[in-house]
């Protein structure tokens, strides 16, 4: 109790420093037109960005605050009745477990509604970002509510089914189970869950498209891979990503970017997909992800039956599943913690992919301008505090970029 007291305090404590540091910074900063942007946003446009910023980051700290009163709800008073009424029923403790989740789900789902809601038709609209519609909203939430009420309820009842039926080495089986399905849904994720929210077409302007094509060529890659996706349906943000793993691997471009940016530019960012793609950054990212896995559930395996983990949130009995979400809240507030390991390998990988742009392109140039319209398209906080990139950022500041790129241009032309 006192282990979980204090990881729970000092999360709170900890976000709430960082982020009075980061809108403190700029409170400070937030008039200053960064050099790089001069001539490119003005006064009006800068004090959107700060505005944007402040906006959000009211709505993150309300949001978080309501996550950690609803969390300790459930811990208190909720967790010892659930408890109780389950093993009360007479059901299969695989069925016991999937109504223990399937009733956490519901009421977390239901707690972030108003928040999901404010952002997408109050603060987006506000700034102009958003175009979603009623319809699209509600048919995305049913799809992605069945989605993962499907992926969890199999993942869930393949947990429990190892755990019953291997008690000694299910932590390994269930690695193994894991490690396929996450590979499986990687794989699958671009082909058939992504297309059943958005449409994913081959690039139509036919001039970019020759271009990309000679682009391509150079790293020996296929055009097959790259595609368009109507995302502008929802909202007005432009962006581009690299997904999928084996013959679904592909390049994805947003409407919103294409209609935006110059064929320079676009080209800027496919080669910065590419740097991804040929570092093999979504396999490093999952070799570790699988790694830290196998040492997660063997931790599981050990502490799970542990009884003070039971008595310590006053339950008296002691089924597995409950044991579960304590160790999955533990893990949580810890894994907080080591939020920094995570941002700093993916803004070096970040940082490899724009080098990969210049040398591609053979030039900083267009990579620059093409983040100069992302940070003005976006309103991105050009002001960020750097202990609050340094916990939080998974890409290094634009700024940051910029100038990276700008010396590798220099250390070209000497
Ligand atoms: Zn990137």
Redesign the pocket.
């Given at each position: 109790m006192i282990l979980f007291l204090v990881l729970f305090l000092g999360r709170i404590i900890w976000r709430y420093i960082l982020q009075q540091l980061n809108i403190g910074h700029l409170r400070n900063h937030g008039k200053e037109i960064p050099p790089v942007f001069q001539g490119i946003i003005d006064e009006a446009t800068l004090a959107k960005m700060v505005d944007y910023t402040y906006d959000n980051s009211r709505l993150e700290t309300k949001e978080d605050l309501t996550d950690d009163v609803l969390e300790l709800a459930i811990l208190f008073l909720l967790l010892p009745v659930l408890v109780g009424e389950l093993a009360g029923l007479p059901l299969h403790i695989i069925w016991q477990a999937l109504i223990f989740f399937g009733v956490l789900a519901v009421i977390g789902g239901v707690a972030g509604m108003p928040f999901d809601l404010y952002q997408t038709f109050v603060l987006e609209r506000k700034y102009g970002f958003s175009t979603i519609t009623w319809k699209l909203w509600l048919t995305d939430l049913i799809k992605s509510v069945i989605i993962s009420t499907v992926l969890m309820g199999i993942m869930l009842s393949a947990f429990m089914a190892f755990i019953l039926y291997l008690p000694k080495s299910w932590w390994f089986w269930a690695w193994v189970f894991f490690t396929a399905f996450e590979i499986l849904l990687l794989w699958l994720f671009p082909v058939v869950i992504a297309p059943l929210f958005n449409k994913y077409e081959p690039i139509k302007d036919e001039e970019l498209k020759e271009k990309i094509e000679s682009l391509l060529a150079k790293v020996g890659l296929k055009a097959k891979g790259i595609y368009q996706v109507d995302e502008g349906k929802r909202s007005k943000h432009t962006n581009a990503y690299f997904t999928g793993i084996g013959k679904t691997k592909r390049i994805v471009l947003y409407d919103t970017l294409l209609a935006s940016h110059s064929q320079e530019e676009i080209l800027a960012v496919l080669a910065?997909?590419i740097g991804?793609w040929k570092k093999k950054h979504i396999l490093k990212q999952l070799i570790f992800m699988i790694a830290a896995s196998l040492v997660g559930l063997y931790f599981v395996y050990l502490i799970v039956n542990w009884p003070p983990l039971y008595s310590a949130f006053g339950l008296k009995q002691t089924p597995v599943y409950a044991g579960l979400l304590l160790v999955s809240i533990y893990f949580s507030c810890a894994g907080f913690f080591f939020s920094p390991i995570g941002a700093a390998i993916s803004r070096r990988y970040?940082r490899e992919?724009d080098k990969m742009a210049h040398e591609l392109t053979g030039t900083s140039e267009p990579m620059i301008n093409a983040l100069k319209r992302l940070a003005k398209d976006n309103l991105s906080n050009l002001h960020p505090h750097p202990w609050y990139v340094w916990f939080y950022y998974s890409?290094p500041p634009l700024i940051e970029r910029i100038e990276y790129l700008k010396i590798m241009d220099q250390k070209n032309n000497t």
């Open positions: 910065h997909e991804h970040e992919a890409h």
